[in-house]
């Protein structure tokens, strides 16, 4: 008797094969029976003719992950066990290394490190482009695998190596697996009544952790003249659930569209729009992006510019804007399927555009920011770059220190003393404020 894959593929053939010559001629060219003939013939060939048994259920697999392959680089096939890692994702906790890697430039590349992970007590960055993962070259390495070997039993260790921008050496690291908890907000009110609120991913429960953490900061500025500002941070952050993206937007806009979905043709397939009830207060609000701000991160950056809400600070954002929709397959897999492009409220796409923030900030390295500090300097200006025009005329003078006074900590330090974006993130909101407070004696 037949095996039914090999019934089945002669079933297809003969249908395709027995089309009437010409029944339709005006219309074959667009027939997907020709094309399905052919795979149903190579189907029956390595069937009944593979000088080996073959496995049919790998058949099966590698065919329609060859024709997801065809298509862009977020349409997948996942097998049963890369769904498994795929819910485990959305829900925030997970055994492995603590990345979130994407393709750049054909090489698999850190896009997010989760705070206090392996990967982060090891020093990894985004940006970071993986050569090897447990010995295998990473350069054709698929996402979805990339992860299954990084994935594991708590305990376990993993080898990799990297290659980092601006080092010609490559990095060999041992990482050693562990359970992530993704806690998706961290929250911290700063003394000058601003609030910096940093979203690490949008997962399941971003919202109502982001919707707690303004609570609390309402609560604790109360009796300290209240909440002034919100500096949101969305760096790093790989996206994730497009509903959360646009209830965290919905926080803050009381109207208008915050995103659209367009299919093919450019049909309207879903649009999400802000409402009034449960918005929060207008406060000055400054949203810090970056190269790695992607998907649902660009959703909310895009509709908080679009709507004037906010300023965004920053470097241009990834360009992450398709949308993807999951179908479970009978084999307990699914196939991860672009359905459509998402739009910001004035009708931008930004698929491989990204969004460009209003300033531009670059990222500098710590030890130049620490070096500006240590001059006293509340910006950097032109004498803190090494090499400067008047550097050797200044060479020989001796240049006052800014030493910490007795009995500092590291709480006195300013906010952001090491991380310049930030820094400059939160030196315009506070500018914004002043010029809030100023047009308000105005009108007194």
């Known amino acids: 008797m037949r095996r039914p894959l090999l019934a089945a593929a002669l079933v297809l053939l003969g249908f395709a094969l027995g089309q009437r010559p010409g029944a339709h001629a005006e219309t074959a060219e667009?027939?997907?029976?020709?094309?399905?003939?052919?795979?149903?013939r190579a189907l029956a060939h390595i069937e009944t003719s593979y000088v080996d048994e073959v496995d049919q259920d790998a058949l099966v697999q590698g065919a329609i992950r060859g024709m997801t392959e065809a298509l862009d680089p977020h349409t997948v096939y996942l097998d049963p066990e890369e769904y498994r890692i795929l819910t485990a994702d959305t829900q925030g906790r997970f055994a492995g290394i603590g990345v979130e890697i994407t393709v750049r430039d054909g090489w698999l590349t850190v896009l997010a490190v989760f705070p206090g992970g392996p990967?982060?007590?090891?020093?990894?960055?985004?940006?970071?482009?993986?050569?090897?993962?447990?010995?295998?070259?990473?350069?054709?390495?698929?996402?979805?695998?990339?992860?299954?070997?990084?994935?594991?039993?708590?305990?376990?260790?993993?080898?990799?190596?990297i290659r980092r921008e601006g080092r010609e050496e490559g990095l060999?690291?041992?990482l050693t697996r562990a359970v992530i908890d993704v806690n998706p907000v961290e929250a911290r009110l700063l003394p000058d009544g601003i609030l910096y609120l940093q979203l690490r991913a949008f997962q399941a429960n971003t919202t109502t952790e982001l919707r707690a953490a303004l609570d609390r900061a309402l609560a604790e500025s109360e009796g300290r003249g209240g909440l002034q500002g919100i500096l949101l941070d969305l760096r790093n952050n790989p996206g994730g659930l497009l509903r959360e993206a646009a209830l965290v937007a919905d926080?803050?806009?009381?109207?208008?569209?915050?995103?659209?979905?367009?299919?093919?043709?450019?049909?309207?397939?879903?649009?999400?729009?802000?409402?009034?009830?449960?918005?929060?207060?207008?406060?000055?609000?400054?949203?810090?992006?970056?190269?790695?701000?992607?998907?649902?991160?660009?959703?909310?950056?895009?509709?908080?510019?679009?709507?004037?809400?906010?300023?965004?600070?920053?470097?241009r954002t990834f360009g992450k804007g398709s949308v993807q929709n999951i179908i479970e397959l009978p084999d307990g897999g699914a196939m991860?399927?672009?359905?459509?492009?998402?739009?910001t409220p004035s009708g931008r796409s930004i698929q491989a555009r990204g969004i460009e923030p209003?300033?531009?900030?670059?990222?500098?390295?710590?030890?130049?920011?620490?070096?500006?500090?240590?001059?006293?300097?509340?910006?950097?200006?032109?004498?803190?770059?090494?090499?400067?025009?008047?550097e050797r005329e200044d060479a020989e003078v001796e240049r006052p220190r800014n030493t910490p006074r007795e009995g500092a900590t590291e709480d006195d330090r300013p906010p952001f003393a090491d991380d310049h974006q930030a820094r400059m993130a939160h030196q315009a909101l506070r500018a914004v404020l002043s010029d809030r407070a100023r047009a308000a004696r105005e009108t007194e």
């Not at 090897?132 to 299954?148: C, P, S, T």
């Open 358 to 390: 209003e300033v531009q900030v670059e990222q500098l390295a710590p030890a130049l920011v620490e070096r500006a500090r240590l001059d006293g300097e509340d910006q950097l200006r032109e004498a803190s770059l090494r090499g400067h025009l008047d």
């Open 30 to 40: 667009a027939s997907p029976f020709q094309n399905l003939s052919v795979f149903a």
């Open 172 to 174: 060999d690291v041992t």
């Open 119 to 161: 990967a982060d007590q090891a020093g990894l960055e985004p940006g970071d482009k993986f050569l090897a993962i447990e010995g295998r070259d990473a350069r054709d390495m698929r996402i979805q695998e990339a992860v299954r070997v990084m994935r594991g039993e708590p305990g376990t260790q993993v080898r990799v190596a």
């Open 336 to 343: 991860k399927l672009t359905i459509a492009r998402y739009y």
């Open 251 to 315: 926080e803050f806009l009381d109207e208008g569209n915050i995103v659209s979905t367009r299919g093919r043709g450019g049909r309207v397939l879903q649009g999400y729009d802000a409402h009034r009830r449960g918005t929060r207060p207008e406060w000055p609000m400054v949203v810090l992006v970056n190269g790695y701000s992607a998907s649902a991160a660009e959703i909310v950056a895009g509709a908080l510019q679009d709507h004037e809400r906010a300023l965004l600070v920053g470097t």
